[in-house]
């Protein structure tokens, strides 16, 4: 199984980015998605996911700001995030997860800062 997350970058305040994971190996449609970040000195945290059912959810800090996607065509999930703070600079991971079985990215790098 890989997860091959792309899209971070170095983004003023206010600023959006487009995160984009895209999986292989694995049966796609059957898996619940989603995006956990690492801030440093933080814990990862669950930032938003998605069902394999397509229900989204998001934790309160991004609601409004962020919009998680699926494209199980292409095996793909985006993280559409605008109006972006300094608070959400951190290394994003793209997870997978069906029952106990777990996978994750190996992460892509959002700085928010003038």
């Known amino acids: 199984v890989q997860l091959q997350a792309s899209g971070g970058g170095l983004v003023q305040p206010g600023g959006s980015l487009r995160l984009s994971c895209v999986a292989s190996?694995?049966?796609?449609?059957?898996?619940?998605m989603g995006w956990f970040r690492q801030a440093p000195g933080k814990e990862r945290e669950a930032v938003s996911c998605i069902t394999s059912e397509g229900k989204t959810h998001y934790i309160d800090s991004v609601k409004g700001r962020f919009a998680i996607s699926r494209d199980n065509a292409k095996q793909t999930i985006t993280l559409q995030m605008s109006s972006l703070e300094p608070e959400d600079t951190a290394v994003y991971y793209c997870?997978?997860?069906?029952?106990?079985?777990?996978?994750w990215g190996q992460g892509t790098q959002v700085t928010v800062s003038s």
């Open positions: 997870n997978a997860k069906r029952g106990s079985a777990g996978f």
């Open positions: 190996g694995l049966s796609f449609d059957d898996y619940h």
